[in-house]
């Protein structure tokens, strides 16, 4: 039988693959979907699911089975059948057919499976059924009170010791594991074991000394308020015959550590000393089931770790390890009994995104002598995370202290002013034993130095640094002839990297590092290019859930932290609707908007309380305006009702997708009412005559973003002056991308956008608001040579003036450092926040052309319309929703080619550069691949064609001569 061209593939439940310990009642089974046929698509799909694997061949026991399901578009299935129980795994098949294939016949499955957690919350449908076994643990701790007392401060630490971190407590319980069957040959063996596990703080844990997983930072920063995750482990290998331990190693964390700005001492946050909880399960072959919970017989202690804070740093003294106490046979006699604090399991909640991992080890670029015992390490990468560090001698009571920083002072030390009160140092205190290594296990910095004193001679292969971030698998690669915008796209993946550390946060190093809505929102579309991101925001979404305020706001950082809870900032708080939206275009799941929308209407209706004549003057918290803009600011005002609109428009949108038509029209009905009030009071004409005049509403031209570049390049209109108030870049932006003028004047206010810009350089005057819009605004405008010129510029403003001067992750400031003016002022000056690098969507979108339709749902309608200006080549490839999408052109001579890849079931519009549209062929390699394509039109600079999935490969005249082309071609340099 021939294999079936369409097959599914990566197959993930709700969004992760194969993930261990879920608790949602009604997972979503995806899957992508690749084919090496043009033109083919899905017809159908079943998803079948089961307890064990060999069920799901035809006629096993399932649990549940879709049927055929005729669905061209689906790329996944909500489970829907019986509740699943708690603790158990599920394997299941999807079967794709395809729309080639005559109907009925073969179909190509793939399996895949996925486990749940500690407990399964019923579905509504289910209510009344048996309560779930609930968690018998309780959480226990170190008795917290004297640890502090009793530990203060070892003699010789450092002086900024007087922080009053506690040390973090080892806790330890001996249990019997599987019986040997030599033992006792009767013994049912064991079959699984599973290890189900949280901290209030931040836990690691080893079972007969070996660690448990590898997750970073662990159970990951929530409102602990509101929420605490736990993680599900698969220990069953690590469980042995006789005595067995269980040993964990608490910190602070976010819980109980400093965290946020001006920190002020552990405990003003959530809590105030760190606590355990777990519970592991041992399923004999007959059925049995044992378990091991944390209570009252698990025994605690302080060892090595004297203090661990994620801002602080982390101090390790030898002296005080305690040797094999992880492992069995070890005598805890004289350990003091757990705490019990409380048995309260209500928070709980299985951890929705992969966590935060060890992602990459760094090897130094330079190693310095700078004084006696005295070394700066260049890791030659901006980054976050820590060092790991062999040390080959240290005497008793000797320290060695790591410092990190990101940038160099002009006498090449570490400055360290811009993190603020983040000590961000690690202290070892040696014990006299040879061949340690050192890493702190709590704590991250963000640094790309490291300078590091008590080690004579420290060679350059005793030290790396390990980059730590949530683990979220890469989706994007971008590529292009210029090695100065490669760098560029390199930063920005880093300033990701940077900053997915459990939540998105403005940055890494300083005492800061909060999720802060608008640098995410902002981002998000680079960062789901880049990265599959699905899980990691379905978790922040929690996040901005939880922080939401009673009268409806969301608020500016989630997780919410105590003293940090302003709320309702124009485009900080919009978020709150932006990311939902852009996830569900992202990835299809309906989910993301079903659990939004009441947020999304409780907001529109806040703003709409306060500002009843739709001009959003009225604050719901503070204003940050377009944040960091250099140049004349733009009116608050415009900023404000721009996203009233935007968010309106929005909620209405999600609305739509759900079927629910009411809220639909309501929304769009105030959203078209915000328009014109927008309109008519910041927009005027003025005509030739000269006279200005209010502007007329009219209709809407589409949210700009992707919509109009075909009109506006091929029928430029006529119309006269357009101004907005304030007359800034950002205002122009924010009114243009969400689509708030009428067509008679957005044509009318992008040229005075793109004359503001070619006016200041060119260059952008823009911040965090306004940076992302830009290029896409001005691309979707007829523009995208100046979006090329923004690109290439070097000197402030611009994202290739701080490469030239060394960047390697984005700043925080287009101005952090000049050569004139030095650092900027410490208070406010990071080298490592990623809001100005969502430019990296453009690279994508507009440079390489891997863009979706603007109405189109997980890539369903592809839109490549690549913007060469000056370069020689650029592709991009992108695992999409629904399978690989990529684009790669490439220069040669006068000639262009273009290769487009398009997943099966989707179609693509492709917008060929050309200097002479009749120039244009598609390269079909067999005669019924060439029915799959078909050239719609040409227009200036462009053929059009449409085609269904599969590869394509088009040429075309493009002679760098011609009026098109930006400039002369730009080589490769080596
Ligand atoms: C800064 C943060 C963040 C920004 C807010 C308004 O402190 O770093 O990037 O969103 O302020």
Redesign the pocket.
Known sequence: MPVPALRPYALRCDHRTTPLGIDEPAPLLSWRLASDLRGDAPAAYRVRVAERPEALAEGGRLLWDSGRVEDPSAIGAGYAGPALRPRTRYHWRVEVWSQAAAAGEESAGAVSWFETGMTVPSRSADRGGPDEPAWRASWITHDPNPIAVMDAPTEGELALDDHGLAPCPLLRRAFPGAAHPADSPAASPLVRARLYVSARGLYEVRLNGTRVGDAELAPGWTDYTRRVQYQTYDVTELVGPGENVLAATLADGWWSGFVG?EPRRAGAHYGTFPQFLAELHLTHADGSVRTVVTDDTWVTRTGAIRYADLLRGECHDLRQAVDGWESPGYDDDGWSPALVVDADHRLLVASVDEPVRAMAEIRPVSVTRVSPGTHLVDFGQNLAGRIRLRVDDLAAGARVVVRHAEVLDDKQRLYTANLRTAAATDVLIGDGRRHRTFEPRFTYHGFRYAEISGIPELRSDAVLAVALHSDTAWTGSFDCSDPDIRRLHACVEWGQRSNFVSVPT??PQRD?R?G?L??AQVFLPTAALNADVAAFFTKWLRDIDDARTPDGGFT?VAPRLAGVADEGAPG?ADAGVVVPWHLYRTYGDPRFLSRALDGMRAWVALIHRHNPDLIWRHRVGPH?SD?LAPGVPTPREVIATAYFAHSTRLTALAAEALGHHDVAQEHHRLAAAIRAAFVARFVTTGDADGVERAADAGGTAPAGRTGRAETAEDTPRPAGQVRLAGDTQTGYLVALAFGLLPEHLADGAARRLAELVEAAGPALQTG?VGVALAAPVLDAYGRADLAHALLRRTEVPSWLFPLRHGATTIW?RWDGWTPEGGFRAPA?N?FN?Y?LGSIGEWLYRGVAGVDQDADSVAYRRLRVRPRPGALGHASARYESARGTVAAAWRREGDRLTLRVQVPPGATAEVFVPTTDPRSVRELAAAPEEGAHSTLIDTGPGHARYQVASGSYHFTAAFSPAAPTSAGPQEEDTP
Do not use: I, T
Request: proline fraction near 0%.
């Open positions: 700005f403005d940055c800061e909060l802060w608008a640098d500016n900080w940050f944040w965090f925080e406010m990071s926040h809001a």
